[in-house]
T-cell receptor, first 109, second 115 residues
Framework: AQRVTQPEKLLSVFKGAPVELKCNYS??????LFWYVQYSRQRLQLLLR??SRESIKGFTADLNKGETSFHLKKPFAQEEDSAMYYC???????????FGKGTRLHILP | DVKVTQSSRYLVKRTGEKVFLECVQD?????MFWYRQDPGLGLRLIYF???????EKGDIPEGYSVSREKKERFSLILESASTNQTSMYLC??????????????FGPGTRLTVT
């Protein structure tokens, strides 16, 4: 079964501290993974995709096939990073995306 | 920029009413989706359409139906609204995924309250 697990509902981190949002997936084949973000009163939007191997707003995420993980990391948290973060997996059968339940990141001043 | 719009930001309906949620995208996307977003449950797919007049059930289609008569418009219908359908509803659209970086673009959401 295809599944995305985000074990933390809420993560509180002090400004300037490192951030790691955990994501594990279950998938047969080569996965296509994403992180989506929703800031307060804004629409859900793509943050980054693993195939692009990019850094967006200081965030990176590395696909670890051995551990079936795609954790989102940032070395120094900023207050504007406070948001809801969803890890997501594209279905191997069609264009549907399977979302995790989300982690709310709260950056403490 | 891709624009996905939803007809209402907030909606209050009574139990048993028929409710229509409208979504329009302006980028000629083939795929359109309806999700509901609930705290602690994340996003759950209700219905998916990959072409005009085509639809597929998602994970939680019960109590909902959809209509896609034109490429740019995808409607979600609650035939007889119930209180457990109180939620945030998100519409999204995308191009087909083959051969291009895949991304779903989301609307601002409609917060529906059923009383």
């Amino acid at each position: 079964a295809q599944r995305v697990t985000q074990p933390e509902k809420l993560l509180s981190v002090f400004k300037g501290a490192p951030v790691e949002l955990k994501c594990n997936y279950s998938y047969s084949g080569s996965p296509e993974l994403f992180w989506y973000v929703q800031y307060s009163r804004q629409r859900l939007q793509l943050l980054l995709r693993h195939i692009s191997r990019e850094s967006i707003k200081g965030f990176t995420a590395d696909l670890n096939k051995g551990e079936t993980s795609f954790h989102l990391k940032k070395p120094f948290a900023q207050e504007e990073d406070s948001a809801m973060y969803y890890c997501a997996l594209r279905s191997n059968r069609d264009d549907k995306i399977i979302f995790g339940k989300g982690t709310r990141l709260h950056i403490l001043p | 920029d891709v624009k996905v719009t939803q007809s209402s930001r907030y909606l209050v309906k009574r139990t048993g009413e028929k409710v229509f949620l409208e979504c329009v995208q302006d980028m000629d996307h083939e795929n359109m989706f309806w999700y509901r977003q609930d705290p602690g449950l994340g996003l759950r797919l209700i219905y998916f359409s990959y072409d005009v007049k085509m639809k597929e059930k998602g994970d939680i289609p019960e109590g909902y139906s959809v209509s896609r008569e034109k490429k740019e418009r995808f409607s979600l219908i609650l035939e007889s609204a119930s209180t457990n359908q109180t939620s945030m509803y998100l519409c999204a659209s995308s191009l087909p995924g083959q051969g291009s970086p895949y991304e779903q673009y989301f609307g601002p959401g409609t917060r529906l309250t059923v009383t």
